[in-house]
């Protein structure tokens, strides 16, 4: 039975006697199974074999027949329990992220990420290993990599962590040379409506821009270069992993005009 008293289907069960001989085997169907013949006064040990799915195994239960006519022996099984927790890089729980649990190609469970403990009750198998995967991270997170994990054939919870970190893209202006300069106005716009979604003026230190969506295009653009400097042109969305220029120019330098 389950820990609610109710009845449950194909666990694979064994009596045992002292030698560990197998004196009888069944799956479990609901209903109560007969054994018939043990010896009065004798010890023996009702074994679980194999659990039905969504359940751990049982510990193994010893009974000595006694000289009732009917003597009965219950075996409880408890659902198998996994929490999965969703954080950002500082441990806090993190919201809006779609994962997935798979069991190879086959996704089982997929929920949306909340700042709490996701609980998957019941439906995973005791000793399988299984994937957690993200589908889509959050708006400003990059997406993590995927995490394997076994369930405990004990009945024990485990929790599954996994940490989102933040998009991170570094800027650098420089010239011909390679040398940085400073003073360039430049913009990220959003590639979807042009919408500037930061701006600033270049020093001789990289700029760190931290939260943007993964996936999705922007646009890098330059508002008014230094004197003596022509305007770059735009660097667009990415097309097979590489940056669009609109021409032959350097989008990531400016040149000395003639």
């Not at 962590?161 to 202006?173: A, G, P």
């Amino acid at each position: 039975q389950d820990e609610q008293g109710t009845s449950i289907q194909g666990a694979e069960l064994q009596i045992l006697d002292e030698y560990d001989s197998v004196i009888d085997n069944w799956t479990s169907d609901g209903s109560a199974h007969v054994v018939t013949g043990l010896i009065t006064g004798k010890t023996y040990t009702l074994h679980e074999e194999t659990p039905p799915n969504g359940y751990a195994l049982s510990e193994d239960v010893e009974f000595t027949v006694n000289n009732e006519e009917n003597q009965t022996i219950t075996m409880t099984d408890k659902k198998t329990k996994v929490n999965i927790l969703k954080t950002d890089a500082n441990g806090n729980g993190l919201a809006g992220a779609v994962l997935r649990i798979k069991d190879g190609n086959t996704v089982v469970h997929e929920w949306t990420s909340t700042t709490s403990t996701h609980e998957i009750n019941g439906v995973l198998t005791a000793g399988k290993t299984y994937t957690l995967e993200e589908v889509t991270p959050p708006d400003g997170y990059a997406k993590a990599v995927s995490k394997q994990f076994t369930v405990p054939t004990d009945g024990s919870d485990i929790t599954v962590t996994m940490s989102d970190t933040k998009t991170k893209l570094e800027v650098t202006k420089v010239d011909n040379k390679n040398n940085n300069i400073s003073g360039v106005v430049l913009q990220i716009l959003d590639a979807t409506d042009n919408s500037v979604v930061q701006e600033w003026t270049t020093t001789n230190n990289p700029k760190t821009i931290e939260g943007l969506t993964a996936g999705h295009g922007y646009i890098l653009h330059e508002v008014s270069s230094p004197d003596g400097y022509a305007l770059s042109e735009d660097i667009l969305p990415e097309a097979d992993g590489l940056p669009i220029r609109k021409t032959e120019q350097s989008a990531e330098s400016d040149f000395p005009r003639d």
